[in-house]
């Protein structure tokens, strides 16, 4: 861990740098996968599955035998596991429906907005070392609740051709049954392009390696929405002399073993307690199955000491990292100066495990500092908001003139004639 002393906020620029992402590489190589998958369908799919999964496919969908397969092998104490998440998740983004309000702006003249899902989504979810069943969960409840007609999910094939079963046994918890063998490149292409089988979406959402990155991205140019713009993984926790050095290095562990570029930062107001933090850092990260990956990460992490932390805290949003822990005595005092992260993790209590797996709030989140502009994945992400408006002949007659004068003043006589015309045959 990279270590600095109350830097200066000229310095801070520099610190809040993540590495660049060398998307622009990766393009021709996605462009070929891309106009392969266009002109061959699924037979491209099953050829790049075979190269790059080593899996032979007689076919790139799964069968209702292999789900049925799938579902015993999932112990019951798992089966259970998903169940508290799948209620907390449920219930969390149920509360985000908004009820229809007709507004009445003037008299006669009523306009309301009203939440329409988007009607094919696409859900990529990773397999390889750890398939990420709870972002199954994180993506396909809130599609079910926000109503979207056609839910496909995409997720690469083992050697064996197999897909884990905890994600076919969460799959069908969710009640979706179009699961596409297809991962990288290949199943962005599959999902937003389509093919003789696989059907075209409106959106796709979920998270990737680099080469799912790229292909995301570059989709957007094409018509085809995506949830957020993605990079690696990120933390930061702030920590006061109140801290268990134990949990805090526990904190920044559980995202470092996400990946070598994960990204990981520590920030105090105590010498004493960065000093604690990296040795407990030393002893866990030794006892991690995922060690080397870890390591990997925490030789790019930081931990910053600051005089107070106001500094810390102003440091956190211009970082705006994807997660954000408050391991202080009063969280709510700090919490209220948040402006920029994905999500907000609160007190000693609080490890962003919880967000990841069960607490409720959804794990799909900003990273790369696109916590500026972006907000993690919720109901909104599968929902379009289209507005209606009713006018009456005495709100045409009451707004009408408004309109007429505007649109002359903008030269757009037509549009002026389109209320001229009715207000004379009122």
């Known amino acids: ?4 002393l109350y830097p200066s906020p000229a310095e801070w620029a520099a610190l809040t740098q993540r590495p660049v992402q060398k998307l622009d590489q990766l393009r021709a190589g996605v462009q070929h996968t891309f106009d392969l998958v266009k002109e061959r369908g699924d037979a491209a799919l099953i050829e790049l ?5 080593k899996a032979g496919l007689p076919s790139v969908w799964v069968t209702q035998d292999e789900v049925d397969q799938a579902i015993p092998q999932v112990s019951q104490e798992l089966k259970d596991a998903i169940e508290v998440a799948y209620a907390n998740i449920s219930k969390f983004h149920e509360a985000q429906r908004e009820p229809v309000q007709q507004i009445e702006t003037m008299p006669g003249v009523t306009c309301y907005r009203k939440s329409v899902g988007i009607q094919k989504v696409g859900l990529y979810i990773p397999g390889g070392t750890a398939p990420l069943f709870s972002t199954l969960l994180m993506l396909g409840i809130p599609a079910q609740i926000a109503g979207c007609k056609e839910i496909v999910l995409a997720t690469p094939p083992g050697a064996d051709g197999s897909i884990n079963a905890t994600i076919l046994y969460t799959a069908n918890r969710l009640g979706i049954t179009r699961i596409l063998k297809a991962g990288g490149a290949q199943a962005i292409a599959a999902l937003a392009f389509g093919t003789e089988t696989v059907p075209a979406v409106d959106k796709i959402f979920g998270p990737g390696n680099q080469y799912v990155t790229a292909a995301k991205q570059m989709v957007t140019q094409l018509g085809v929405a995506i949830d957020m713009p993605a990079g690696p993984s990120e933390v930061l926790v702030i920590a006061d002399e109140t801290a268990d ?14 990946g070598p570029d994960s990204q990981v930062v520590f920030v105090t ?3 004493k307690q960065l000093k604690n933090v990296q040795e407990a850092v030393a002893r866990q990260v030794a006892e991690l199955p995922r060690q080397t990956v870890a390591e990997q990460a925490l030789n790019n992490s930081l931990g910053v000491v600051f005089s107070t932390l106001q500094e810390a805290i102003d440091f956190s949003n211009q970082y705006a990292p994807e997660h954000l822990i408050l391991a202080v005595d009063i969280p709510e005092v700090l919490a209220e100066q948040v402006t920029q992260t994905g999500s907000v993790f609160m007190g000693h209590f609080s490890p962003e495990s919880v967000g990841d797996y069960a607490s409720g709030t959804n794990h799909t989140l ?3 500092g696109y ?7 919720s109901l909104d992400s599968f929902v379009k908001k289209i507005t209606f408006q009713q ?3 005495e709100g045409l007659q009451r707004i009408g003139p408004a309109v007429e004068i505007m649109a002359e003043a903008e030269g757009l006589h037509a549009h002026k004639h389109a209320v001229t015309v009715r207000l004379a045959k009122i």
């Open 1 to 4: 861990m990279k270590t600095y």
């Open 49 to 53: 599955a075979a190269k790059f999964d």
């Open 391 to 393: 006018l009456s002949k």
């Open 245 to 258: 050095a134990d949990f805090v290095a526990a904190d920044l562990l559980s995202q470092a073993e996400h």
């Open 269 to 271: 107001n105590s010498e």
């Open 366 to 368: 900003p990273t790369n």
């Open 371 to 377: 916590a500026r502009n972006y907000s993690g994945v």
